[in-house]
């Protein structure tokens, strides 16, 4: 045992083993691994998914509400608002807005923003379904453009938005009238389009209306279509009665554009996107040709040219050519005397298409007009011009209404008229005037109805009466003179009344019907009447045979 | 300074968690692990590797506290509008339409509360590992508070089931439980762990350990 405690001390004496205990890793570590990735997943896609932060600026922030709004295209959420603050000069509202990240591309300048709200106006309800779920922003993407962030938002949502098949065509028009964003555009009837946007033209001083033509419309618009104002009622009176055209109660209110073709005019191209049109203000100008081709003249008048107004025709043989610009008054200070250079304008290809109508005559103007254009034929114009006027076309005034004195120019062949050159003042071309003959006539009822204001009508009242107090006194006189008459006259008349009829009845016994004086002139009658039938009768024989009288009756010979 | 009792550590006495036996605690275990004479439950002297475990836990409760209160809690559609709040813009809005109570409420279970747990949990940890027991009573309170209130921050959870259960009328109103409900589910469930985990007993070793 001793032996085994010795051991046992000794044993004891050796150092004691160290324990250590193994720092293994614990599975527990896990746990905050996993939180860190789900964190560091969950930032990843947050930055990833976050979009591009653009601001809009508006007018007024009326239902839209930060964190709450949304901005849709299609209806599709591609956005939400995430501030609303007014701007630095609290002129309007800048709302901060974060888009979806796949919408960088389409936030160019040319994209659009505007607030849906309900609205209801004349011919369309929108947006209704905003009054429950609050006003959201709408966006038309358009990849077109410079890249920003900052846009300013309309305050109409735009009519036509991007991806709307069709196409965009712009109406040249002197003035807008009662057209307006949205108006629509007809084409025989059916409304294909609307307007989208109207701007001033500085460079044509007109405006300029942008439409938009559904498809397939759109390719009914030709490069020689007609485009006109179909607004409100088209009313025309005539002998057969009144006749009211309208496209539709809606153009009544809105106003509205209609396009067709020309019925004579054949099919043209398909007008390009952006295609220029004019727009005529009612259906019936849309029909009229159009002339760009414009030559001016002047003419001198040595008459009254009272009723000719600028806008008067220019006609030849009754069919318009051009029309009056301007009536001036000049003075010529060398005569002392007063010039009236009218200035007209003729539209060669009027006349272009009158040479195959009116002959040879007016084909020299045409060509003439034509000509003019180029300085190399100038030789070819000053003859046909000289050979024109050298065969008398002149210019006249001429009445077109008698009731107005309404006046036109006519052009017309005067082969009598006195001989004139062409000459140039100022540039345009002098054009050989003769005066009208009813001018003259005129001017002679003129003089008649002066002569006839020369008559004293006042002098010959005041004598009238004169005239007329004696006539009554005279008449009192002769009613004096009538009284007498009776009292006096009468029984004397009565006697001498008997005495005529006496001798009358002594008359009748001689002369009537059973006096021998009648008898005997009835007898004298008859013999001659007998004398005359036998002179007759001998009088045909005669014309038979003229010979009897030379050589006696045939019969008495034999 | 009072004599300390002898703890079952210093005894070398080991108490089953589940039956509470006391029982010898073997000198040697090899490779093999110690189980209760009664009831064959594993038997430790401290809870195993508690420190490291609570630490873990704490650290993924705090990461999965961000995404929590970032992303929304609630996704609200009513005719239409869709509104998604979270834990904070739903106390803000409830304060601003002047139910301060419940904002507090809300505020306390689910913002608060939490927030004390990490700082609790964390000041816990550093005094056992650093050795700075002071006052090891109002440690030990601290850590009873951790525990009894933990269960309570879940109160924002059912809210929200109930309310995701409860409004559902299709267009007119509808509420969906947000990304963020998941998130504070985890940090709610992850800090009741941490706590759990902790051994209370370590604050008391230290103690035991200075006074050696």
């Known amino acids: ?558 | 300074m009072k004599p300390i009792r002898s703890s079952a550590l210093q005894l070398g006495l080991v108490s089953c968690h589940d039956c509470h036996l006391l029982s010898r605690r073997p000198k040697t275990l090899g490779h093999g692990a110690a189980h209760c004479p009664r009831c064959g439950g594993e038997l430790h002297q401290r809870k195993s590797n508690s420190i490291a475990r609570t630490w873990a836990l704490v650290l993924a409760a705090m990461v999965f506290y961000i995404p929590a209160n970032v992303l929304p809690m609630t996704i609200t559609s009513a005719v239409g509008t869709v509104s998604a709040d979270t834990i904070m813009s739903g106390v803000i809005y409830f304060m601003q339409h002047g139910s301060w109570e419940i904002a507090l409420v809300i505020f306390t279970a689910s913002v608060f509360v939490p927030f004390l747990k990490f700082i609790i949990l964390i000041y816990l940890l550093l005094s056992v590992q650093f050795k700075w027991v002071k006052q090891p009573k109002n440690l030990t309170r601290l850590y009873r508070f951790t525990e009894a209130v933990g269960r309570w921050s879940m109160l924002d959870i059912y809210v929200v089931t109930i309310l995701v259960a409860l409004v559902k009328l299709g267009f007119l109103a509808n509420i969906e439980a947000g990304p963020a409900a998941l998130y504070f589910a985890l940090v709610v469930v992850t800090t009741m762990i941490a706590a759990e985990s902790f051994d209370p007993r370590l604050i008391w070793d230290v103690v035991e350990k200075k006074h050696e």
């Open chain 1, 1 to 558: 045992m001793s032996e085994e405690n010795s051991e046992m001390k000794h044993a004891e004496q050796a150092p004691e083993a160290l324990v250590q205990t193994k720092r293994s890793f614990s599975i527990i570590w896990v746990v905050p691994i996993i939180a860190l990735l789900i964190g560091g997943w969950l930032t990843f896609k947050a930055m990833s998914e976050k979009g591009p932060v653009i601001t809009i600026t508006f007018e007024t922030a009326e239902g839209l509400e930060a964190g709450k709004t949304m901005i849709k295209f299609k209806d599709v959420e591609v956005g939400k608002v995430t501030d609303i603050a007014l701007n630095d000069d609290r002129s309007s509202v800048v709302v901060s807005a974060e888009m979806s990240t796949d919408s960088k591309p389409y936030l160019t300048d040319k994209t659009q923003f505007w607030v849906v709200r309900a609205t209801v106006a004349a011919g369309k309800v929108s947006g209704l379904g905003t009054l429950l779920s609050g006003a959201y922003i709408g966006v038309n993407p358009s990849t077109e453009g410079e890249k920003t962030e900052h846009f300013t938002g309309l305050e109409k949502p735009p009519l036509v938005t991007a991806g709307m098949p069709g196409r965009h065509f712009i109406l040249q028009s002197k003035e807008l009238g009662s057209l307006d964003r949205g108006s629509p555009v007809y084409y025989r009837g059916i409304k294909v389009g609307q307007a989208v946007d109207y701007d001033f033209n500085h460079d044509r001083d007109g405006v300029d209306i942008k439409i938009f033509i559904e498809a397939p419309f759109h390719e009914k618009v030709l490069e020689n279509s007609r485009f006109w104002n179909a607004s409100g009622i088209d009313m025309t009176m005539d002998a057969t009665g009144i006749k009211l055209d309208t496209q539709s109660l809606v153009s009544i209110m809105l106003g509205g554009m209609a396009f067709d073709l020309r019925q004579h005019d054949p099919p043209g191209k398909q007008a390009e996107k952006d295609h220029h049109f004019r727009l005529y203000p009612d259906q019936a100008g849309s029909k009229e040709e159009t002339y760009d081709v414009k030559r001016y003249f002047v003419m001198y008048f040595d008459q009254s040219v009272r009723g000719l107004s600028p806008g008067a025709p220019v006609e030849i043989k009754g069919i318009p050519v051009g029309e009056v610009v301007s009536v001036k008054l000049q003075f010529d200070q060398n005569k002392l005397d007063f010039q009236i250079p009218v200035l007209i304008v003729l539209e060669p290809e009027r006349l272009d298409a009158l040479v195959t109508e009116s002959g040879e005559a007016v084909e020299g103007v045409a060509k003439n007009e034509e000509l003019e254009r180029d300085t190399h034929h100038s030789y070819t114009l000053e003859v046909r011009s000289k050979k024109l006027i050298e065969k008398g076309f002149r210019a006249q005034l001429k009445t077109g209404n008698l009731l107005t004195g309404q006046l036109y120019i006519d052009l017309d062949f005067y082969p009598d008229a006195p001989p004139a050159k062409l000459e140039k003042v100022d540039g345009y071309t002098v054009f050989p005037t003769i005066s009208a003959p009813l001018e003259q006539i005129v001017q002679r009822v003129d003089n008649i109805i002066k002569k006839v204001e020369q008559v004293p009508f006042d002098r010959i009242g005041q004598e009238l009466q004169v005239a007329v107090t004696e006539l009554a006194e005279t008449l009192q006189e002769l009613k004096g003179i009538s009284g007498k008459v009776n009292d006096e006259s009468i029984p004397k008349v009565n006697a001498s009344l008997d005495q005529f009829q006496e001798t009358m009845k002594g008359i009748e016994s001689t002369l009537g019907p059973d006096s021998a004086l009648s008898y005997n002139t009835r007898q004298v009658m008859g013999e001659l009447a007998l004398a005359i039938r036998s002179v007759k009768s001998l009088l045909e024989y005669l014309e038979r045979d003229p010979q009897a009288l030379i050589l006696g009756k045939e019969g008495d010979k034999k």
